[in-house]
């Protein structure tokens, strides 16, 4: 299995970011896959998750309304769209298939004037 984020990266506030999140090595259309993020001293949070067929969603309260999950399972990849950014934003983010203890390697995001 293997998961690999990208397009994280320093944006003022106010900006935006798309996060990408290539699978592999599983059967990406039948799971769930979830974002998470840790920020400096702070515990690993979930930010959002998808269903297997993209139609449900959730979203932490503190990202409701700036974030958006989506996925494409022809391309196995499973995006954070995130606009509106903040600096408290700042963290490094991670993708995951939870329910078989997957994750990838993290992209940093920081959001600083």
């Known amino acids: 299995v293997q998961l690999v984020e990208s397009g994280g990266g320093l944006v003022q506030p106010g900006g935006s970011l798309r996060l990408s999140c290539a699978a592999s090595?599983?059967?990406?259309?039948?799971?769930?896959m979830r974002w998470y993020r840790q920020a400096p001293g702070k515990a690993r949070e979930l930010v959002a998750s998808?269903?297997?067929?993209?139609?449900?969603?959730y979203y932490a309260d503190s990202v409701k309304g700036r974030f958006t999950i989506s996925r494409d399972n022809g391309k196995t990849t499973v995006y954070l769209q995130m606009n509106s950014l903040k600096p408290e934003d700042t963290a490094v983010y991670y993708c995951?298939?939870?329910?078989?203890?997957?994750w990838g390697q993290g992209t940093q995001v920081t959001v600083s004037s």
């Open positions: 995951s298939v939870f329910v078989l203890g997957y």
């Open positions: 998808i269903d297997y067929t993209g139609r449900s969603t």
């Open positions: 090595g599983f059967t990406f259309s039948a799971y769930a």
